[in-house]
């Protein structure tokens, strides 16, 4: 499987901050936004990633993370000139994907929490169909929505709907078989004008092929999209790394685990990043080993 961070828009709920900076390169209290997608992606044990961003940021995103080498990876970049809805990235990512099953994920989305990574790593056998998370929101008329009967099979899914069914919110992590770039391209655009990733579920839903799972409590999913709720997610982050002294979302640290580099590569990277409090944690990973 292979995965696309979709980090494009122009983040305008964030103006004036992203009027000359993407969203997914502001910070989100000690490391780059999109970090944390990206630390997902890798927890599934995902190793080729396409990074798609406007055309005036992709330079930046490339000149942040390079083409994955040093994390034991494969980076690719594609520009995506204007916004027309989410399964536009399996249409600029065709090539990419070169037939491969994919996992999307929107690149202002953090995800933390126990059991995250088993979680993401069973998703990512996927080899058929396709499987999205539900999560309890309190406020789930502002997302997509998903209705399940008694026994938990999936009834409808719904955008914003003004009266919701559930309270179970589609989060913005999705993934799908080999046939996704096929079922996104023959996606009519909504009254919107853009196509729809719920339509894009509906159409696995509809043959039977659509699995969503439940996210209950353990698992944080924050959005990142307003300057009250970037603020929450760095308080957060900064609550749970102060007080365990572990970073979230560090790509070095998770690429050791997962064995795709070694103490070697990762003293090269605090090396490159002087005296920060990051470059000093990877110190302290060479000497103590990675963290369990």
């Known amino acids: 499987?292979?995965?696309?961070?979709?980090?494009?828009?122009?983040?305008?709920?964030?103006?004036?901050?992203?009027?000359?900076?993407?969203?997914?390169?502001?910070?989100?209290?000690?490391?780059?936004?999109?970090?944390?997608?990206?630390?997902?992606?890798?927890?599934?044990?995902?190793?080729?990633?396409?990074?798609?961003?406007?055309?005036?940021?992709?330079?930046?995103?490339?000149h942040l993370l390079g083409d994955g080498a040093r994390l034991g990876m494969r980076f690719a970049y594609a520009e995506q000139a204007r916004p027309e809805g989410l399964p536009q990235a399996f249409t600029i990512g065709r090539g990419f994907l070169g037939g491969a099953a994919a996992c999307l994920l929107l690149g202002d989305n953090v995800f933390y929490g126990h059991g995250l990574s088993d979680v993401v790593r069973a998703a990512a056998r996927l080899e058929r169909g396709g499987r999205v998370f539900a999560y309890h929101v309190r406020d789930p008329e502002r997302y997509g929505v998903v209705e399940f009967d008694a026994t938990g099979r999936v009834l409808s899914l719904e955008e914003k709907p003004a009266k919701p069914r559930s309270s179970f919110a589609v989060v913005g992590l999705y993934f799908f078989g080999p046939d996704v770039c096929d079922l996104a391209a023959g996606l009519k655009p909504s009254a919107r004008g853009e196509t729809e990733?719920?339509?894009?579920?509906?159409?696995?839903?509809?043959?039977?092929?659509?699995?969503?799972?439940?996210?209950?409590?353990?698992?944080?999913?924050?959005?990142?999209g307003t300057p009250r709720s970037l603020l929450e997610a760095a308080t957060f982050i900064e609550a749970i790394e102060e007080r365990q002294g572990l970073k979230v979302a560090c790509l070095e640290e998770i690429a050791w685990r997962n064995g795709w580099i070694g103490p070697a590569e990762v003293e090269a990277e605090a090396a490159a990043m002087g005296k920060?409090?990051?470059?000093?944690?990877?110190?302290?990973?060479?000497?103590?080993?990675p963290a369990p």
């Open 1 to 62: 499987m292979k995965g696309i961070i979709l980090a494009g828009g122009a983040g305008t709920r964030l103006h004036p901050l992203t009027r000359v900076l993407s969203k997914q390169l502001l910070p989100v209290y000690d490391k780059p936004m999109i970090y944390y997608p990206l630390s997902v992606l890798m927890l599934a044990g995902i190793r080729e990633v396409l990074v798609i961003s406007t055309p005036p940021d992709l330079p930046l995103f490339r």
């Open 197 to 224: 990733i719920l339509d894009l579920c509906r159409a696995y839903l509809a043959r039977g092929e659509l699995q969503v799972q439940r996210i209950y409590r353990g698992v944080a999913w924050l959005d990142t």
């Open 276 to 289: 920060s409090p990051y470059a000093d944690y990877l110190r302290r990973l060479v000497t103590e080993g």
